[in-house]
């Protein structure tokens, strides 16, 4: 897939990590463009994602480009891409274009033309602000396009690159980097910076005497915000880097600033302690937020193991509240059981009082039966001994009304009787 003239007007260097979805809209760009002299770089540094297959395929769709591209085994970060890019590059000028951005079809034809014409080493161009479905981001970013805005009308007027650069990266991307060779030869390569490569090569351009324009009215480049954007990622970190910078800088800018440029430094300090402030507090909101999504099912649960908790204590109110009303049935039985037992109580020991006196009177009768029985036993032998007496009594009685003399004397007494008898029978009379 290598296909290289001798000779390229611009050498396109166009780094991509992880841009499947945009890469295609970003050579398309390229190959679209009016101005017919360049070659085009591409390199993919380690993709996850299918951008090299992206990158094939749209390669394949124009034999006739001069096409240079590689791919790299590990992820080695933009400046490393972007160096090796311009170590590659064969062209009097070179362009950026990272492979999330677009270029307005007309853009290398009017920054060679300008720079020719002129004698720029640099150009930088306004750019139109894209969303991730390439539609226009304007409306969405008032922060960040009040922030461009401020520097587009600051460079306007003062026409100073020095004074709007301090005040703020004004190029805003590499993508929006256009140079010729001589820049690159008297600059050198991208310093290994994550965030503000672009802000260091600028100012290092400045510093090496080059010629820079900013063509604050003509948006030439598509430029994306989306959620991956690196500048995106670590806003602190971002921030952080780029006041490094400054600071570093500071000796070396000393010979070229002046009152408006010192005031275009301080602008941007400013800024930049704002933006970490605000970054700071965005980063500690979003922490809370992300402790609120934590702790937010956790109140719920909370809340909810309440509901049922107090939903559970209603319910066993309601059950103590009945089982207080058996406990005081229970009370009342009780008492009554007490009372009962109190009642059994007096009763058993009327019935023991009663057991004891019919116990006693028992005894007594005992006594009397004993007594009874012996004196019936008693009286028994005597009658038995009277019985015996009478009958030895009338035994001898018969004995004698059978003996001689008692028949002699009744004979002898029988006269006697009879006149006895007549005789009160008469007196009677």
């Known amino acids: 897939m290598k296909r290289r003239h001798a000779y390229s007007k611009v050498s396109v260097v166009l780094p991509v990590y992880n841009h499947a979805r945009w890469v295609k809209q970003a050579i398309d760009s390229v190959l679209a463009q009016s101005f017919p002299a360049f070659e085009c770089i591409i390199i993919d540094d380690a993709s996850q ?3 090299w297959e992206v990158i094939q395929s749209t390669c394949q769709t124009a034999p006739e480009m001069r096409w240079h591209c590689l791919r790299h085994g ?3 970060g933009a400046p490393a891409s972007i160096n090796q890019g311009l170590q590659l590059a064969q062209g009097d000028y070179i362009a950026i274009l990272n ?3 677009v270029w307005d079809a007309e853009r290398l034809q009017r920054l060679v033309t300008l720079a020719e014409t002129q004698g720029l080493d640099f150009i930088s161009t306004d750019v139109a602000v894209l969303d991730a479905d390439s539609n226009p981001k304007e409306q969405d970013e008032p922060h960040w396009v009040a922030w461009f805005e ?3 009308q600051d460079y306007a007027d003062r026409q100073d690159f ?3 650069l301090l005040r703020g990266n004004c190029l805003i991307t590499t993508s929006n980097f256009f140079f010729h060779r001589r820049v690159y030869e008297r600059v050198g390569q991208f310093a290994e910076l994550r965030y503000v490569h672009d802000y260091d090569y600028a100012l290092r351009t400045l510093l090496a005497g080059c010629r820079m324009a900013f063509l604050a009215g003509e948006k030439l480049l598509g430029y994306r915000l989306h959620g991956a954007n690196t500048i995106r990622e670590k806003p602190l970190a971002a921030i952080e880097e780029n006041m490094q910078l400054l600071l570093g800088w500071l000796p070396a800018l000393s010979p070229v600033l002046d009152e408006q440029r010192l005031f275009g430094l301080e602008r941007q300090l400013k800024d930049l302690y704002r933006y970490t402030r605000e970054e700071w507090l965005t980063a500690v909101h979003g922490h809370l937020q992300a402790r ?3 702790l937010l099912p956790l109140i719920a649960d909370r809340e909810r193991w309440i509901t049922e908790r107090d939903h559970w204590i209603a319910e066993r109110d309601q059950i103590i509240a009945g089982q207080q009303g058996l406990l005081a049935q229970q009370q009342q039985w009780l008492a009554d059981r007490d009372q009962w037992i109190t009642d059994r109580d007096g009763w058993l020991a009327e019935r023991d009082g009663v057991i004891r006196l019919q116990t006693e009177q028992l005894e007594q009768h005992a006594r009397w039966v004993a007594d009874r029985d012996q004196w019936i036993s008693d009286r028994d032998g005597w009658l038995a001994e009277r019985d ?3 009958r030895q009594l009338q035994q001898q009685r018969q004995e004698l009304l059978d003996s001689r003399a008692f028949r002699f004397g009744q004979a002898l007494l029988n ?3 009879w006149c006895r008898q007549r005789f009160m029978e008469v007196s009677h009379a």
């Open 74 to 76: 590990a992820n080695l």
């Open 415 to 417: 006269p006697l009787r």
């Open 150 to 152: 401020g520097l587009k």
């Open 162 to 164: 020095w004074a709007t």
């Open 99 to 101: 492979s999330d951005d």
């Open 49 to 51: 994602d299918a951008s």
């Open 388 to 390: 015996a007496l009478i």
């Open 292 to 294: 609120e999504r934590e």
